[in-house]
């Protein structure tokens, strides 16, 4: 499990330093993490790695990140963690089996959407295509997640969505691995780029037949997870040239 776990370090300290790169930061804020597995190979969301509060996302290392549990305690690292990130994280972990790797940003195109009366992302354009159904919404920005009460009501929110998009607010990607889920935010920050630009000429936007979006869904379902693992990899490779003492 130890070599398991190291190499979860590795990857969420690689999207960190990936997602600052992109402009996908703000300030110190803003948090990645991933449920680790137990002795026994299970991951059951009480036990996660997330970047500590303070460190800028491109000076985070492997060994910088903060093991915590689902009470709160920092039991590896310095520490400490947000609170928000805790109260986000933790709930998320523990009532989405699915969402092993969460990361939550304020990047610019997407929180842009977010601010909207109407905030969907419209299936218009291909890369939109990739979250065909796989967007929840939260349309109540209720403050700062300092409580349990908002971490459960952001889990309930997503439910088995990849997706959370938070009104007044950014966004939540999740998925089984840190590859996948920052495949996801990647690309959906392109999606809503191409949105915001569009819709700042005032005209309508295209849209696309039902029965090509099906077609569509078919075939990024089985691609997407080869893409994100051929994306990461291509991060991985970049860092390890430029920036080799993120694994450290």
């Given at each position: 499990?130890?070599?398991?776990?190291?190499?979860?370090?590795?990857?969420?300290?690689?999207?960190?330093?990936?997602?600052?790169?992109?402009?996908?930061?703000?300030g110190v804020d803003n948090h990645f993490s991933?449920?680790?597995?137990?002795?026994?190979?299970?991951?059951?969301?009480?036990?996660?790695?997330?970047?500590?509060?303070?460190?800028?996302?491109?000076?985070?290392?492997?060994?910088?990140?903060?093991?915590?549990?689902?009470?709160?305690?920092?039991?590896e690292g310095e520490g400490p963690v947000e609170?928000?990130?805790?109260?986000?994280?933790?709930?998320?972990?523990?009532?989405?089996?699915?969402?092993?790797?969460?990361?939550?940003?304020?990047?610019?195109?997407?929180?842009?959407?977010?601010?909207?009366?109407?905030?969907?992302?419209?299936?218009?354009?291909?890369?939109?295509?990739?979250?065909?159904?796989?967007?929840?919404?939260?349309?109540?920005?209720?403050?700062?997640?300092?409580?349990?009460?908002?971490?459960?009501?952001?889990?309930?929110?997503?439910?088995?969505?990849?997706?959370?998009?938070?009104?007044?607010?950014?966004?939540?990607?999740?998925?089984?691995?840190?590859?996948?889920?920052?495949?996801?935010?990647?690309?959906?920050?392109?999606?809503?780029?191409?949105?915001?630009?569009?819709?700042?000429?005032?005209?309508?936007?295209?849209?696309?037949?039902?029965?090509?979006?099906?077609?569509?869904?078919?075939?990024?379902?089985?691609?997407?997870?080869?893409?994100?693992?051929?994306?990461?990899?291509?991060?991985?490779?970049?860092?390890?040239?430029?920036?080799?003492?993120?694994?450290?």
């Open positions: 499990m130890s070599e398991v776990i190291e190499g979860m370090r590795v990857d969420l300290a690689a999207a960190l330093r990936w997602a600052a790169r992109l402009g996908m930061n703000e991933v449920a680790v597995p137990d002795a026994d190979g299970r991951v059951r969301g009480d036990r996660f790695l997330i970047n500590p509060y303070g460190w800028h996302w491109s000076e985070i290392t492997a060994s910088s990140l903060c093991l915590c549990d689902a009470e709160g305690n920092v039991l609170d928000s990130a805790f109260f986000i994280h933790s709930r998320i972990h523990l009532k989405a089996p699915h969402a092993v790797a969460v990361l939550h940003t304020h990047q610019p195109h997407a929180t842009a959407l977010t601010l909207r009366q109407r905030m969907q992302l419209q299936m218009c354009e291909q890369n939109a295509l990739m979250f065909d159904g796989r967007i929840a919404y939260d349309e109540i920005y209720g403050g700062l997640a300092l409580d349990r009460s908002e971490g459960d009501r952001l889990a309930d929110g997503l439910g088995s969505a990849s997706v959370l998009m938070l009104a007044s607010h950014g966004v939540i990607a999740v998925g089984p691995t840190v590859a996948d889920a920052f495949n996801d935010l990647y690309y959906l920050e392109r999606a809503c780029m191409f949105q915001v630009l569009a819709r700042s000429g005032g005209e309508e936007l295209r849209t696309i037949p039902d029965e090509v979006r099906r077609h569509v869904r078919q075939q990024m379902a089985g691609d997407l997870p080869k893409v994100a693992e051929r994306h990461f990899i291509a991060i991985k490779r970049m860092l390890d040239r430029q920036e080799p003492e993120y694994r450290h």
